[in-house]
């Protein structure tokens, strides 16, 4: 199914999702038959003018196949000639069926219009093994390949830890009042809002904030409509880091080693505080058997330190309007380039942790798709990442 862009020039821009589950025997995916092209294919379709990749493969999953999903790791895209002479872009991701757990993320969507019949027939569920015949187009199964590499190495089941920096903030030179107080420009406001539909792709489902009003308020919106409590905590913000870096370092460390649910964690800090925390990201990675250099070194997190899901000392919760007044390569920003093996062939790309000033735009965040630990991978490794912007209003 799918949406015209629009757009006259450049590649068609769509976006779908390999569905995967655990069968009683091997690894199962979920394809759709489409009538009109008689064609068993991945879930997808045309993204909608200024709507992310990301955000436009979960809508289209949920519309061709009647099942909320949450996005996992990133798979290569498809590019293929149209009879018009247009490239069209197929981006694709990993993704689970939504369970109970990711209720935040699914409250946060707005209701989605499921295919007709003339759109989709058939839905339904084919081990690996006969997946790759039972596909139409041979193209499609290069991320069928991928999905399969990832599941050998053990890194298929993870789980997403998101760091956002605030949206665009009134000047300071501008801004009378106190610098814990600066509030967010109309563009930060407006993606803000755009954060929404991104944050729930990934399945968040806990917020945690710096509790100076830029950054309250630019997660604010996803935990007024995914009804979660907007947690803060002071080491996120600039004077906090300036005081104890050490502390918003831990935090991160200990949302990455999580509580063993699949289950998503955004942490929205400060440009200041970045750098810190892009630190401990690099030191999570994984390095895939066979792409170059030993494996990451382990994360520590202190005996003690916090409480389960990044909440440790300084935390507070509010709720998503307390003191707010009456008021990531891909197309949407995230790199992952085509090529096989995968994951192995691209695993410098994929794992790719800014280390230069400023490190993350306004309203920008970096997605972490973490090991739940399955065979030999230990976890709260970072098995791939990507990098999410939501579009200007």
Request: aromatic letters at 4%; glycine letters at 12%; hydrophobic letters at 45%.
């Given at each position: 199914?799918?949406?015209?862009?629009?757009?006259?020039?450049?590649?068609?821009?769509?976006?779908?999702?390999?569905?995967?589950?655990r069968g009683a025997a091997e690894l199962e995916v979920l394809l759709v038959h489409r009538p009109r092209y008689r064609d068993w294919s991945w879930p997808k379709g045309k993204?909608?003018?200024g709507e992310r990749a990301a955000v436009c493969a979960v809508r289209e999953t949920?519309?061709?196949?009647?099942?909320?999903?949450?996005?996992?790791?990133?798979?290569?895209?498809?590019?293929?000639?149209?009879?018009?002479?247009?490239?069209?872009?197929?981006?694709?991701?990993?993704?689970?069926?939504?369970?109970?757990?990711?209720?935040?993320?699914?409250?946060?969507?707005p209701t989605i219009r499921i295919a007709r019949p003339a759109e989709i027939d058939k839905t339904g569920w084919f081990p690996l093994s006969k997946a790759r015949a039972r596909l139409t187009r041979a193209s499609d199964t290069a991320?069928?390949?991928?999905?399969?590499?990832?599941?050998?190495?053990?890194?298929?089941?993870?789980?997403?830890?998101?760091?956002?920096?605030?949206?665009?903030?009134?000047?300071?030179?501008?801004?009378?009042?106190?610098e814990a107080s600066r509030p967010l420009t109309r563009d930060g406001w407006a993606r803000a809002r755009g954060l929404v539909p991104l944050l729930s792709a990934f399945g968040v489902d806990h917020v945690v904030s710096s509790p100076w009003a830029r950054c309250r308020r630019t997660v604010a919106p996803y935990a007024r409509r995914g009804r979660v409590t907007l947690h803060t905590n002071?080491?996120?913000?600039?004077?906090?880091?300036?005081?104890?870096?050490?502390?918003?370092?831990r935090l991160?460390?200990?949302a990455l080693v999580g509580g063993g649910e699949a289950t998503g964690i955004v942490l929205c800090a400060h440009r200041p505080v970045l750098p810190g925390l892009c630190e401990v990201l690099s030191g999570a990675l994984w390095t895939?058997?066979?792409?170059?250099?030993?494996?990451?070194?382990?994360?520590?997190?202190?005996?003690?330190?916090?409480?389960?899901?990044?909440?440790?000392?300084?935390?507070?919760?509010?709720?998503?309007?307390?003191?707010l007044g009456a008021t990531a390569g891909r197309g949407d920003g995230s790199g992952a380039g085509a090529g096989a093996p995968w994951p192995l062939?691209?695993?410098?790309?994929?794992?790719?942790?800014?280390?230069?000033?400023?490190?993350?735009?306004?309203?920008?965040?970096?997605?972490?798709?973490?090991?739940?630990?399955?065979?030999?991978?230990?976890?709260?490794?970072?098995?791939?990442?990507?990098?999410?912007?939501?579009?200007a209003a």
């Open positions: 199914m799918g949406n015209q862009s629009g757009e006259s020039a450049g590649p068609v821009r769509a976006a779908g999702c390999l569905v995967w589950r993204a909608k003018p949920v519309e061709e196949t009647g099942r909320q999903v949450v996005l996992g790791v990133p798979l290569p895209p498809v590019c293929y000639t149209l009879k018009s002479g247009r490239v069209k872009r197929v981006e694709y991701w990993a993704a689970r069926v939504a369970s109970d757990l990711d209720n935040p993320a699914i409250c946060a969507r991320p069928l390949d991928a999905l399969a590499a990832w599941d050998r190495a053990g890194a298929l089941d993870t789980r997403a830890v998101l760091l956002l920096r605030h949206a665009r903030a009134v000047k300071r030179s501008a801004w009378s009042g106190d002071q080491w996120l913000s600039e004077a906090g880091a300036a005081e104890s870096p050490e502390r918003a370092a991160l460390a200990e895939a058997p066979g792409a170059g250099g030993p494996a990451a070194p382990g994360i520590g997190v202190p005996a003690g330190f916090g409480s389960a899901r990044g909440l440790g000392p300084g935390a507070a919760a509010a709720g998503p309007d307390a003191g062939a691209n695993a410098g790309e994929l794992t790719q942790i800014p280390s230069e000033d400023p490190y993350l735009r306004t309203a920008e965040f970096l997605v972490a798709h973490v090991a739940m630990g399955s065979g030999a991978l230990r976890p709260g490794r970072i098995v791939a990442v990507g990098r999410h912007r939501p579009a």
